[in-house]
């Protein structure tokens, strides 16, 4: 079978594929339907924090798949699902937690509980940041403040605003007493890997306290461990009202998370919200055995590689200085800022075996599976180099 035609035929046309075609990896490594050998430092878009084939994980789901629980509803308990919240709430420090499957779905039950929350004093508005990202659902795709992701789907859920991120002032300048919540990405991930300053984020927490607003942190791309911490927030000590988790927490099977903590952990009552598949017994079950993983080292591991990966990355820097123009981030959530089309970049690398992804305008995306070594990160950064070098030349 042609694959890649294949699918062009039959696939709505909701993304740009690239015509590669996947059918295997392991640990950092994908290989095409060609043979060709790929090192990811995509991860799928920070989901396989664990990588490609791990025995632990392929273990856990053969487990529960063997005893034939692929799906429970939810009108009843399963204790894989019943493990996973207690050992989320745990490791989060959260106090309940709700499940589904996508970031945008987590967002969709932050935003739906903080309207509730609202509800008795008739605060509607939820304020949210220019160049964030939140999913795409309706709520989702209006919480996110780039216009872009908004054409063509007005009009878009109302009461939602947006001011600067990292500047308190314009915060400060939006919100009053029609507001219920703040939603905002301790680092921003698709508007282009950028870190909150700490007193950006102790000034929303101050001020939803004063306020009482919620504090919601979307930690969708940012959480289990991707940072070097297991929540990106956890850098900076301030705790949100509510988190949404995705990405990384089901082990590579879709798996979200809402987190509430204190005042929010008890606004839902039955019937305000579900989700059939949410809380998937075989994803719940993975999702132990990755933050088990997260917790038992791999976590602190991250800060070191992050820190190889940003000196190599500043190499470059020094070296292509009319090309790169900043390096950024956490752990091995990294992006390089650049003067070129990142597409072209990318293109070039993937020719040469390495996938990377762009963030933003102009920044190139490093988020590999958190098992990379660091050696395979100086592959990685070296054949960058070449793609940048072909370019200039």
């Known amino acids: 079978m042609d694959y890649i035609q294949t699918g062009k035929d039959n696939f709505m046309h909701t993304y740009a594929q690239l015509d590669v075609c996947f059918d295997r990896g392991k640990g950092c490594w994908l290989y095409d339907t060609n043979g060709k050998k790929y090192l990811d430092l995509v991860g799928g878009i920070a989901v396989n924090a664990l990588g490609y084939g791990n025995e632990k994980l392929i273990s856990t789901a053969e487990k529960v798949m063997k005893e034939g629980i692929f799906h429970v509803s939810n009108l009843y308990y399963n204790k894989y699902t019943v493990r996973a919240a207690e050992r989320l709430n745990r490791a989060a420090g959260s106090d309940r937690v709700f499940f589904a499957n996508s970031g945008a779905e987590a967002n969709e039950a932050a935003l739906k509980l903080a309207r509730k929350y609202g509800y008795p004093t008739g605060r509607t508005k939820v304020l949210s940041f220019e160049h964030s990202f939140h999913g795409r659902t309706y709520g989702a795709i209006t919480l996110t403040g780039q216009e872009k992701y908004h054409k063509g789907f007005a009009p ?100 979200s998370a809402l987190c509430g903590y204190g005042k929010a952990s008890d606004v839902f009552t039955p019937g305000d919200h579900a989700s059939t598949f949410g809380g998937n017994p075989v994803a719940s079950a993975l999702a132990v055995t990755v933050i088990d993983e997260l917790e038992g080292g791999l976590a602190d591991s991250v800060l070191a590689k992050g820190e190889h990966l940003r000196a190599k990355l500043e190499e470059l820097k020094v070296k292509y200085p009319q090309v790169c123009t900043d390096v950024r981030g956490l752990g091995l959530m990294m992006g390089l800022e650049v003067t070129l089309p990142p597409a072209s970049i990318i293109a070039k690398c993937r020719e040469k075996g390495v996938i990377l992804c762009s963030a933003g305008y102009d920044v190139v995306r490093f988020v590999p599976p958190l098992v990379i070594t660091e050696e395979e990160i100086d592959i990685a950064v070296s054949v960058l180099d070449e793609a940048i070098d072909e370019s200039l030349n």
């Open 156 to 255: 878009m859920v109302p009461d939602i605003e947006y001011a600067t991120y990292n500047d308190l002032e314009s915060v400060k300048a939006k919100v009053d007493d029609s507001y219920i919540a703040i939603i905002v990405e301790p680092v921003q991930g698709e508007g282009g890997i950028i870190p909150a300053d700490p007193a950006f984020l102790q000034g929303l927490r101050q001020l939803c306290d004063e306020k009482d607003m919620l504090l919601i942190y979307d930690c969708v791309q940012c959480g289990m461990g991707r940072t070097g911490k297991l929540f990106a927030w956890q850098h900076y000590g301030v705790r949100p009202d509510l988190m949404s988790l995705a990405k990384a927490l089901g082990g590579g099977l879709p798996l």
